[in-house]
């Protein structure tokens, strides 16, 4: 955003002529050979994002979101209290994700778990075509290629099925209406007003939309200050207020008004809040602050952070005089957001990316690179995306800057208690129903409305933070608490993706529980006398586990990681090395280092 004292903002359209994109003779071979390498960093920048975004689904929110898109399609109307659980049961839900989850619903009836993922490409795309105009010149692509595919890298972690890739969509629409009406003025602006009121029906993120508008105002105010010293242009201050409270006004139209609006106040209060996070035992890496983040992730996922970093803030340091203060102010509020959690990457690159890319081109179109350097920078960047692409290709890559992720379609079976949630639903052993906070969601899919749930991952939504404290105990002592008041019927285990190890081993030493099912993912117990209609399984049984089904891949290592865990758990450490060695002998270089220097022990 460059903005000259007499109130016009400098900088082309995408397409339109601009410093160093005059016409070139077809006769200079530098040039030719850019506009060849250029079109294979296009290619590659798509199949980065093909590979990014066509992943088996590996969120625990995605099945609650379903369930309530199809509740939303059957009855007609948006859940105002709880369906789900038998604890709160009736109490009061705002659901600001409503649209999302009918989105969802609708492209799960058309083509299954399948249909959704590439729904997730679509809305990928999507970012990338809304942001790659901004700052865009045709004689340096390079710049914008770099800036894009480091925002697919920095944001690969958060592209799942939730309400916040759409948000993605909505904030690259929104800062595209806001870099053109900033170069050229005119009413493109006022479309920000019908998406701020989709946003608020669709993500309790709606208030980022609230907050650019409010910065990019507040840049607009400081701009008499150094090192701007640009005269305040009070039409476009009153254009742009007048704009930020049409958004305001529009944002209480949601089924649940006032209260909708004041969702993100509670979340930040609650879930977002360190101190309760550690109060109610809720550990989620995606709360994870980069400073610490080096203990529970890879560190180059943090590189590539760092990377985004200072492609950002350096372009708009160089470009500072010129600048748009408002891009000072977002850059540093999307920071902070960033060094805040995990969770807070995906909408950092999405500001910071474009930013990066404006301000960068901004200096270049003053210092006009020859021909030969924009070669030599776009053979860079088309030279790392071929290494980006090909180590993806190899299923190497995304575990390389952070979780294990599984290339394909349809859901990760790894991450969820599926077998264990069908035998419960082919049996129908007695309820209530224990399990953990995190397969709410995928209970409340697969057995609603037969087994309401404990818990589920609706935390600021429904849930108090009494309640969360009260109701997500997984230790021993915890459990025979909740048991006292809930006398559960069957109690299902997810031990192979959290901490139930004291659990697993105090129900099954218990002669009030027995063990009717357990695979490499969980294990069921059920409560005595009314265990007694099935088999109890003897742990040193040849056949205590089903056979394997999956093909090789991270479900596949899961599932055999966890049935060592199970045997380790339940004290049987010979069984457990031997299934671990032979994990470790099909997965030399996938298999946690943790694990692999307890084998070498």
Do not use: C
Not at 78 to 99: E, K, N, Q, S
Not at 418 to 428: G, K
Request: aromatic share 8%; no cysteine.
């Amino acid at each position: 955003m460059n903005v000259q004292r007499d109130d016009t903002v400098t900088g082309p359209l995408p397409g339109a002529t601009a410093p160093g994109d005059g016409p070139v003779s077809e006769r200079n071979a530098p040039v030719r050979v850019q506009r060849v390498l250029a079109t294979l960093a296009v290619l590659l920048l798509l199949v980065l994002a093909a590979q990014v975004s066509i992943q088996r689904i590996r969120s625990f929110d995605y099945w609650q979101h379903l369930r309530t898109g199809a509740l939303i399609a059957e009855t007609g109307s948006v859940p105002r209290t709880d369906p789900y659980t038998y604890t709160v049961l009736g109490a009061r839900w705002i659901d600001p994700h409503w649209l999302h989850q009918l989105g969802v619903y609708g492209l799960f009836s058309a083509g299954g778990h399948d249909a959704v993922v590439f729904g997730k490409l679509a809305l990928v795309l999507a970012v990338l075509a809304l942001l790659a105009p901004i700052g865009w010149r045709r004689a340096r692509p390079a710049v914008t290629l770099l800036g894009l595919a480091l925002l697919l890298v920095v944001a690969s972690n958060r592209v799942m099925p939730r309400p916040e890739l759409p948000t993605f969509v909505l904030l690259a629409t929104q800062l595209l209406l806001l870099d053109r009406w900033l170069r050229h003025g005119g009413r493109a602006l006022w479309l920000v007003v019908p998406l701020q009121l989709v946003w608020v029906n669709l993500h309790g993120l709606f208030a980022v939309g609230l907050a650019v508008l409010a910065l990019v105002l507040g840049g607009e105010l400081v701009r008499p200050l150094p090192p701007f010293r640009q005269p305040v242009a009070w039409r476009r201050v009153r254009q742009l207020a007048a704009v930020l409270a049409l958004s305001a006004l529009v944002s209480p139209l949601n089924p649940n008004g006032l209260e909708g609006l004041l969702l993100p106040l509670q979340q930040l209060a609650q879930v977002a809040t360190p101190g309760f996070r550690a109060a109610a035992g809720i550990q989620a890496v995606e709360f994870e602050s980069p400073l610490t983040a080096w203990r529970v992730m890879p560190p180059l996922g943090l590189v590539f952070l760092g990377l985004l970093g200072v492609f950002a803030s350096s372009g708009l340091l160089l470009n500072l005089r010129r600048a748009h203060p408002g891009d000072v102010l977002l850059l540093a509020a999307f920071v902070t957001l960033a060094l805040a959690a995990l969770r807070n990457w995906g909408l950092f690159a999405v500001v910071a990316a474009p930013l990066g890319v404006r301000h960068w081109n901004a200096v270049l179109d003053r210092r006009a690179p020859a021909p030969r350097l924009r070669l030599a920078g776009t053979a860079l960047v088309a030279l790392a995306l071929t290494a980006v692409v090909a180590d993806a290709a190899r299923g190497r890559f995304f575990a390389r800057i952070g979780s294990v992720r599984e290339a394909g379609l349809g859901v990760m079976r790894g991450l969820y208690p599926i077998r264990a949630a069908q035998w419960v639903a082919r049996e129908q052993p007695p309820g209530p129903l224990f399990h953990h906070m995190a397969d709410g969601a995928y209970l409340i899919w697969r057995l609603y409305p037969d087994y309401p749930v404990l818990l589920d991952g609706r935390l600021e939504q429904v849930f108090r933070a009494a309640d969360v404290r009260r109701l997500h105990r997984t230790d021993p002592e915890g459990f025979e608490e909740l048991d006292r008041r809930y006398r559960f019927g069957t109690a299902l285990l997810h031990y192979n993706q959290f901490d139930l190890a004291p659990l697993v081993r105090s129900l099954h030493h218990s002669p009030r529980w027995r063990l009717v099912f357990a695979d490499g993912i969980a294990v069921v117990f059920v409560r005595q006398p009314a265990a007694r209609r099935w088999r109890e399984l003897h742990v040193d049984a040849p056949n205590l586990f089903p056979p394997l089904a999956g093909p090789p891949g991270p479900s596949d290592m899961a599932e055999r990681l966890g049935r060592s865990q199970l045997y380790a758990i339940l004290g049987r450490p010979a069984r457990a090395h031997r299934l671990l060695a032979e994990t470790i002998e099909l997965y030399p270089r996938d298999v946690p280092a943790a694990l692999r220097r307890t084998f070498e022990r």
